[in-house]
């Protein structure tokens, strides 16, 4: 049984058939715009951890589109991409100028822990002249309440067994 990092040995309830804490949800945010001007950043997709949860980003995914090349291109050296945790750059994802995990792929986990109140976006910048027209991005993880702040709110199974 896998769990989240940091609740190993906390007293959580955890699901007996996929091992996350009883109380656990997801979160899948995501966006596809048109690309910002050259210059301008982008929030593509952002989540804010509730007050009182804890939780992890597990997965992120990139898209773009350009007119001349469709969406088959991974180098994209005219745009930053970056995940931020309250503002804050988050290394190794700080600053990408590459399609790292492409749309609908998820083969590449990563597992961040995230506490209350975190915010967690998937932002791009534009560094320079481009065909890409349109920009997307997916952030996918999840939260569960903290036991810190007393017992669990729910009860049941996050993965959805009945």
């Known amino acids: 049984m896998v769990r989240p990092a940091g609740v ?18 997801w979160f899948d945010e995501s966006s596809i715009q048109p690309a910002p001007a050259e210059g301008d950043e982008l929030v593509l997709a952002r989540y804010q951890i509730p007050q009182e949860y804890c939780g992890q980003l597990m997965y992120f995914s990139q898209y773009i589109f350009s007119a001349s090349e469709g969406s088959r291109s991974l180098h994209t050296p005219e745009f930053e991409w970056s995940i931020r945790v309250d503002g804050r750059r988050l290394a190794p994802y700080a600053s990408m100028d590459h399609i790292v995990n492409p749309w609908g792929i998820h083969g590449f986990p990563i597992h961040l822990r995230l506490n209350g109140d975190n915010e967690v976006q998937f932002v791009i910048r534009r560094l320079g ?15 569960w309440y903290n036991e810190v702040y007393g017992g669990p709110e729910t009860s049941g199974h996050s993965c959805g067994f009945r």
């Not at 190993?8 to 949800?25: E, L, R, T, W, Y």
């Not at 002249?129 to 939260?143: C, K």
């Open 8 to 25: 190993q040995n906390s007293g959580v309830n955890f699901c007996a058939i996929c091992g996350s804490p009883a109380d656990a949800g």
């Open 129 to 143: 002249n481009s065909s890409i027209t349109h920009v997307g991005g997916r952030l996918m993880g999840r939260y």
